[in-house]
């Protein structure tokens, strides 16, 4: 049974391609040349235009395009070395395809715990920096930055590497250090649901001139690597190219065509989802029974997402609460369900990468709330979101009563 008003937009629908963007690739589309090494001469094409932007937005000195996000993890992996049977470190909070890049190259996921405030938890990597591992697969899941100098501390102490997966962290800072510029390799992505839309595809940034090298061999580059913008220059891949394969998953023309007059808007997008992130928190704040997630000063995030805690709630009390708000038309993702459903899975879901418990990483997962906060959102929406959630929760909180445990 519901009451009270209905919200009536859609959690998954994005903004349409900006006009620019679709000129561009009907540019793309009307001479032919989708693949990014068939050129002109002269042409640089859209594809090594985009790295040299990516490179120029991020002050990374070389960038590559790549499908995925996804793929962009596997093969900052590979760049690093990792094989099967290695293990990596990387969070218990993250999305699938996180373990799912370690997983895809036989390596081994070691997973750290998650903190309240959802971020991964230092004193658990500590713990954990000794385990053999020479990578940590470092997710900033959901625009959650963890004290960046505090990691790098732990990790370059115990000599490990750090790749960023910053698929939710694209336009974010830490002390104003563009997120994937900590690490010796950032990963990002460009799919629909992510900070700019080409569908699917994904970047990979970084300084160090021989794992780049080898990053823009295994995308596939057929030694055409003279034809790239932003890589290292040719004398590194003299050094690396005969000792690394070819694993095809490149960016192509059309999509880069899409993507460059996304860049250009980035600052501007990522100030228009912390609007509305601001308005849900404002609307959430003081909420019996709820926690919001307190966000550090140094962190300059994107809020394309907002997560609360029900600290302490049952599971059928969350389930009851999630239930509710859909039919009033909000779409809460749960984290703590026993089964994983949509992007929802955690660490104790993926059987392939078994792991031993983690009690304070499960407590906070258990009553852990994800929304998104796609840009077709009015600010006027977030408020309606934010009464129906608020309602809703004092309802639950009242129905649960005092054996709240
Ligand atoms: C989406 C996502 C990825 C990977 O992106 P794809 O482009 O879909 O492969 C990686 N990490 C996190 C946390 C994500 O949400």
Not at 270 to 284: E, F, K, P, S, T
Request: hydrophobic content about 40%; proline content about 6%.
């Amino acid at each position: 049974m519901t009451s009270g008003e209905i919200f009536t937009g859609s959690f998954t629908q994005q903004e349409p391609i900006p006009d620019d963007a679709i000129t561009a690739a009907l540019g793309v589309l009307r001479h032919g040349r989708l693949h990014r090494y068939n050129l002109v001469p002269g042409e640089l094409g859209e594809t090594a235009l985009l790295e040299q932007e990516f490179a120029a937005l991020t002050g990374a000195r070389y960038c590559l395009a790549v499908a995925s996000g996804g793929y962009a993890m596997a093969t900052a992996l590979r760049a690093l070395g990792v094989g099967p049977g290695d293990k990596v470190l990387s969070n218990a909070f993250t999305l699938a395809p996180v373990p799912g890049a370690i997983a895809s190259i036989g390596a081994v996921p070691v997973f750290v715990g998650v903190t309240d405030a959802l971020r991964i938890d230092l004193d658990d990597l500590e713990s954990k920096a000794g385990c053999g591992a020479r990578v940590l697969l470092l997710s900033h899941m959901r625009g959650h930055i963890c004290d960046m100098d505090r990691l790098m501390a732990i990790c370059d102490a115990a000599g490990i590497a750090v790749i960023e997966d910053c698929a939710h962290t694209m336009g974010a800072t830490w002390n104003g250090i563009p997120s994937g510029r900590f690490g010796v390799m950032g990963c990002f992505s460009a799919q629909t649901y992510k900070h700019v839309n080409a569908g699917e595809g994904g970047f990979l940034i970084g300084d160090d001139a021989e794992t780049m090298a080898r990053a823009v061999l295994l995308s596939g580059s057929y030694m055409l690597y003279e034809r790239h913008a932003a890589a290292p220059p040719p004398e590194v891949f003299e050094r690396v190219k005969y000792d690394t394969p070819n694993i095809s998953g490149r960016m192509d023309n059309l999509r880069a065509a899409i993507l460059r007059p996304q860049l250009t808007r980035l600052p501007q997008q990522c100030a228009a989802w912390n609007l509305r992130y601001a308005r849900v928190d404002q609307g959430l704040a003081g909420v019996p029974g709820l926690s919001l997630i307190e966000r550090p000063k140094a962190e300059g995030y994107v809020g394309s997402s907002i997560q609360f805690l029900l600290p302490g709630w049952p599971g059928d009390a969350v389930a009851a609460l999630v239930a509710r708000c859909r039919e009033r038309g909000v779409e809460l993702k749960w984290f703590g369900a026993p089964d994983p459903l949509g992007f929802t899975s955690t660490y104790r879901h993926w059987r392939y990468a078994a792991s031993d418990p983690m009690p304070e990483s499960d407590r906070v997962l258990a009553g852990l709330i994800d929304m998104r906060l796609p840009l077709t959102f009015s600010p006027e929406d977030c408020d309606q979101i934010a009464r129906i959630i608020r309602a809703e929760v004092i309802a639950g909180a009242d129905r649960t009563g005092p054996d709240r445990a």
